[in-house]
């Protein structure tokens, strides 16, 4: 009796090519496809995100092949404001990746067989079901985040019959302290703009999804992350990504690392604002004058030009204690145990490379998830806290700072960071909660 060839696996990979997003995806996949060296991954993103993150990751990709899609603009077009090349890659979709995707399994002869996307990509139910496929949406964000786009109509149909004030939204569980006015912008504010729109399609077909694959550890809020798990067919912790995926390597050329070892423990303050924000000049006058005035040794990332955008005479005035660089090593200056807390815009890569490194935060949110994460950090967890009304002034940022390194508040916002420390180095140990779920999740996509 002949044996039944089996057809070759062919994953198509669609990333979302804004902020933070393609990255992480690329880092799941490279993690995946270093499985199987028989299995071919095609990872569709826009030209220029592709250009961006593959530079990146430059060597060999082995079965990693990218492709580009259409991003909505005619050619040559340079967008005037991040959210028009949002809005017009929004309404390309979900045709130009339909495209793209029908072309290279026309030239290569292999049909889809697994189909991984970006959590926003509510289509992906629907392209699985075409494909007769698996469908594994990535969520890069935190639990708690996503859920609050799952329950979009009852938190719509709540808050529209309470008009007083700021209301809480503790009716769902594991968000006790948190605000109407901490939601991401669409859930019940500016609800017709095209990400917003994204976000509610994505929030209700999730559902439908073989396994929905999380950027988090199962323990850092087990109340919301049971909640989800009643929500999805299967929902696989497989973070954190800094500790679970390949991560690339960039010399630290400014020594950053080398001049934490000349500081004390937990004395020094790291600031970054991520990849994309910068805040407004005001804000970083008032933060510059807050480090020099409290004197705390510092390592500032800072995006731009310090010389034009920080006050005169400031570089050289703290070149003691401070150290403006361009560029930092994140990951690893967090895990130094110089660093005694990290000022943020409360992304969740940074936050969770602050609970993996034991550094508590201060918080100055600016979009998205980022203020449901802040309140998170200072109301669920305690290991963090806001800028007093949501931008840094000279005395708010030297009260914050002292808060943290000088007093008993910060002492335990610490011992409680450490816990959370503790709970995500458990989960990616030999047989963690998250080594298991990636297992599962590798199975499901390559098997």
Known sequence: MKSIPIAPKHVAVLAFPFGTHAGPLLSLVLRIAAEDSNVRFSFFSTRASNAKIFEINRGD???????????GFPEG???????????KFIYAMPGNFKSAIDKVVAETGKKITCLITDAFYWFGAEMAKEFGCNWVPLWTAGPHSVLVHIETDLLRKRVSSNDCGDPSIDFIPGYSGVKVSDLPEGVVKDIDSPMATLLYKMGATLSQATVVAMNSFADVHPVIVGVLKSKFKMLLNIGPFNRTTPQHHIPDEAHCLEWLKQHDKVSVVYVSFGSVITPPPHELFALAEALEECKYPF????KGNPEKQLPKGFLERTKKEGKVVEWAPQNEILQHPSVGVCVTHCGWNSILECMVG??????????????????????????????????????????????????DKGKMMRKKVLELKERAIAAIQHD?????????????VIR
Not at 61 to 71: M, Q, T
Not at 77 to 87: D, K, S, T, Y
Not at 372 to 377: D, Q, T, V
């Open 61 to 71: 990709l082995g079965n990693i092949h990218p492709y580009n899609v259409h991003d």
């Open 432 to 444: 963690g909660t998250s080594i298991r779920d990636f297992t599962t999740l590798i199975n499901i």
């Open 358 to 407: 034991g550094v508590p935060m201060i918080c100055r949110p600016f979009f998205g998830d980022q203020k449901l994460n802040n309140r998170m950090l200072e109301h669920g967890w305690g290991v963090g806290v806001g800028i007093e009304n949501g931008a840094f002034t000279k005395a708010n940022t030297v009260r914050a700072l002292g808060l943290i390194l000088s007093s």
């Open 77 to 87: 077009h340079v967008p005037g404001h991040p959210m028009e090349a949002i809005g």
């Open 299 to 302: 390592i500032w990332a800072f």
